[in-house]
């Protein structure tokens, strides 16, 4: 009578080998994981880079990046005037898309502090180039045009997002203690300077002359707290080319 | 196949990838041993333990189209083997492993390697034997990687997918926890 010696692990890997009841899985299972992590990864960053990017944008279209020029009155405006929702859910997608590129890529050899703020960093840039460039205003001119599918009720939504008391227009007309103001509506409304008015650089209004301006809202007339003109400023013809 | 013994492991593999699929063996042959201390160790318990790593084996043959000849077989083997004790340890643990470590959030100074001090080495592998439960498996993965298996932290850093200076920060706590676990009245930071 023979006893049965143990399989050696080895012999029964080599026993499944040998039986085909495995196989190595083909190379191009592992090329198309890649692919489809690196396209997944592509279109997460590309649809972050738009968000970011048009909320910048939504802010130099509004005026809300000038109000950093009219002291902390501004500031607490551009705070205020801030869409929170839309700034907050852009940062926990880039928090979420640096966990991503850490599990998926090698940047686990890095702290996941530094891989995440080399993304906000890197989104932040791009963005703000994207509306430098400009791709947003295009975009934003191509929608006016052609209605583009998804984003295009974003850009329609644009106007509504002025800043809390801060109007933008033209100067259509000088008075003795003021002027009227014609808003991109083809709206106009009467302003008054009062003695505490801030005019930026020395700004001497003319007529034609393209503003912002922060001002509290009376019964008839807007009372004005700080004046800047929008011409020569970041992007100042925005509006000209959107509305060309 | 004898011959082969004297082969790099990236050798054999190379081999396989061409045809010979018994050079296989050999590789079973380098790494079973190593492989189910390390699992011993880690899931505290030889309990299972040879199907775990048979299984380890099964998916290397399995995904090795996708090794990179030009890289160590060594961290790669490793790093199936420690995807397959979480998972191990996952089904038996009680206390769900953590899913976010706060450890590998912010930079560490990185702690030196200390190769030389052999009787440091001898003290912390007698308490290891001794002690090693009592860790959690964050401390006792890198302590049994680098003190029983023999890895430099590069290595360790690849097979747990960590920045080295977490793998330099966690050995550091969890030999100082050892020491603290085994003898308290003596303990000195």
Redesign the interface.
């Known amino acids: 009578m023979t006893e049965d010696k143990p399989q050696s692990m080895k012999d029964k890997v080599l026993g499944e080998i040998r039986s085909q009841h495995i196989s190595m899985k083909p190379k191009w299972q592992f090329f198309l994981k890649s692919l489809l992590i690196i396209l997944l990864l592509s279109i997460i960053a590309l649809y972050i880079l738009f968000h970011t990017s048009f909320l910048f944008y939504s802010l130099h279209y509004n005026g809300s990046l000038f109000l950093t020029h009219f002291g902390v009155s501004g500031l607490r405006r551009l705070i205020l005037s801030l869409p929170w929702l839309w700034l907050l859910s852009g940062i926990i997608l880039t928090i979420l898309l640096g966990i991503l590129v850490e599990k998926q890529t090698k940047a686990y050899r890095f702290p996941l502090f530094y891989t995440v703020m080399s993304s906000i960093l890197l989104i932040a840039i791009i963005s703000a180039l994207c509306v430098i460039l400009p791709i947003q205003t295009s975009l934003h001119k191509l929608n006016t045009e052609t209605r583009i599918p998804i984003i295009g009720p974003m850009f329609k939504n644009l106007p509504e997002n002025e800043p809390l008391k801060t109007y933008i227009g033209e100067v259509s007309e000088l008075n003795g203690n003021g002027f009227l103001l014609t808003n991109r509506q083809n709206q106009t409304t009467r302003v008054i300077l009062t003695p505490e008015t801030k005019l930026n650089n020395n700004l001497k209004l003319q007529n034609g002359l393209e503003i912002m301006m922060i001002g509290e809202q009376k019964a008839n007339y807007i009372e004005a707290e700080g004046i800047r003109a929008l011409l020569g400023g970041f992007g100042a013809d925005v509006h000209a080319e959107i509305n060309d | 196949m004898e011959g082969n013994l004297e082969k790099t492991d990236e050798q054999v593999v190379k081999e396989i990838l061409a045809g010979r699929?018994?050079d296989?063996?050999i590789l079973?042959?380098r790494y079973?041993e190593k492989l189910k201390r390390y699992g011993w160790r880690f899931l505290s318990s030889p309990e299972g333990i040879?199907d775990i790593?048979?299984e380890v084996?099964?998916s290397v043959?399995?995904?090795?189209?996708?090794f990179d000849l030009d890289k160590r077989f060594s961290p790669w083997i490793y790093r199936i083997a420690h995807n397959a004790y979480i998972n191990a340890l996952k089904k038996r643990s009680r206390d769900p492993l953590p899913f976010f470590d706060p450890d590998?959030?912010?930079?560490?100074p990185i702690t030196p390697e200390r190769p030389d001090r052999d009787l440091e080495k001898k003290e912390v592998r007698e308490l290891l034997d001794k002690s090693l439960n009592m860790l959690p498996p964050k401390y006792r993965e890198p302590l049994i990687l680098f003190y029983l298996q023999e890895l430099d932290y590069a290595n360790i850093?690849e097979i747990l997918?960590?920045?080295?200076?977490?793998v330099g920060v966690r050995i550091s706590r969890g030999r100082k926890m050892l020491q603290k676990n085994s003898n308290p009245s003596d303990y000195k930071l």
């Open positions: 699929l018994d296989f063996g079973v042959q079973e040879e790593v048979q084996f099964i043959y399995k995904n090795l189209k996708s590998v959030l912010f930079p560490h850093a997918h960590l920045p080295i200076s977490t």
